[in-house]
């Protein structure tokens, strides 16, 4: 129980702190979103009084520049603890609307990509260690150091251009048909999956080596294990040794991470959505710092944080459940 309280309180400290990071970035920063706000209404030449740009930056930006500062920030938290990230000064919509609206489909390309590279990815390093030494285990070490050294963003701009402009293969941006009514159908479905192949091949392609060497290295040292001599002496056979034995304790120092990177699947992945014209968090993301869309831009950076700090979290607790050594932990981690 005081492990629980211990990472919860933690968890909410590391979402408040955010928080107050980003207030103290629109607000207090010289030359912040804030000023830089006033700035670009004086230079659009509407003949605005000084109280009425202020109020245009409260309404965007939950932020009232001539209350005090502790007022300020008590409504800014206010403000974001019910949701209101403010009003996009580039799209003109609530913040909430558009990152709620862009955050299923990054979820959607994150999750399958995620999926594909972490099962393939152990699959393959479960075999490669199996197989150590030889010519298969050498050659898929070559190749899974190689494209985990390639970034994503590379893997995309030669998909887009040989599967997308050149051949055909694939379209070259939307997350839809154009003219396609949304819903559960199998056209929609199918379009869907069409529109988002690329994006999930070149996530998948590029982080499934990683997956798969940290596998390869972890099963390696597990069956050198004592544990797995007496397991055979006692005529248990291999396919419950390599499941219940290797497979289970080889992906445990694993579990984190993968925890982590669920998190970041809302952060989306910006570079790949830009270059697709994937309208996700990131897609919008990208065009808030084009735009200088400080609500938008701010949104997003507490969204990307809250998710990572809820998938830490989420590892934190339930790694007892799959390593007993580390259930109960009490006030020590190590065990």
């Known amino acids: 129980m005081h492990y629980i309280l211990k990472r919860t309180a933690q968890a909410i400290f590391t979402v408040f702190a955010t928080i107050t990071l980003t207030f103290a970035l629109i607000r207090l920063l010289p030359g912040g979103p804030a000023q830089s706000m006033r700035a670009q209404m004086l230079e659009q030449g509407n003949d605005l009084t000084s109280e009425q740009i202020n109020r245009q930056i409260e309404a965007q930006m939950n932020i009232a520049p001539d209350e005090p500062l502790y007022v300020q920030y008590a409504e800014y938290m206010a403000s974001i603890l019910t949701g209101d990230f403010g009003i996009s000064t580039w799209h003109n919509e609530p913040v909430a609307d558009i990152l709620g609206s862009a955050l299923p489909w990054t ?4 999750a399958t990509s995620l999926f594909l590279a972490f099962v393939v990815g152990i699959s393959l390093g479960a075999y490669m260690a199996y197989r150590e030494g030889s010519t298969f285990d050498v050659s898929s070490t070559g190749v899974a150091l190689l494209l985990n050294s390639i970034p ?8 887009l251009t040989f599967l997308g402009h050149q051949t055909g293969l694939f379209p070259t941006g939307g997350r839809y048909a154009s003219g396609l009514e949304p819903g559960i159908h199998p056209e929609f479905l199918a379009s869907v999956a069409y529109h988002g192949a690329l994006p999930v091949l070149s996530m998948a392609v590029v982080a499934f080596g990683g997956w798969a060497l940290d596998m390869r290295g972890n099963s390696i040292r597990v069956l050198g294990a004592d544990y797995l001599h007496v397991a055979r002496l006692r005529g248990l056979s291999e396919h419950r040794i390599a499941l219940r034995y290797v497979a289970r304790n080889a992906i445990l120092p694993m579990y984190t991470n993968l925890m982590i990177a669920i998190g970041l699947m809302f952060g989306g992945a910006i570079i790949i959505e830009e270059i ?7 897609f919008y993301l990208i065009s808030a710092i084009d735009q200088r869309d400080y609500p938008v831009m701010m949104g997003a950076f507490i969204l990307i944080t809250i998710a990572v700090v809820i998938g830490v979290y989420i590892a934190d607790l339930t790694y007892g459940k799959l390593d007993p050594r580390a259930k109960g932990g009490g006030s020590r981690e190590s065990y």
């Open 276 to 282: 697709f014209a994937y309208p996700g968090i990131g």
């Open 152 to 159: 994503d963003y590379v893997v995309a701009l030669l998909a």
């Open 107 to 110: 979820v959607f390309i994150m």
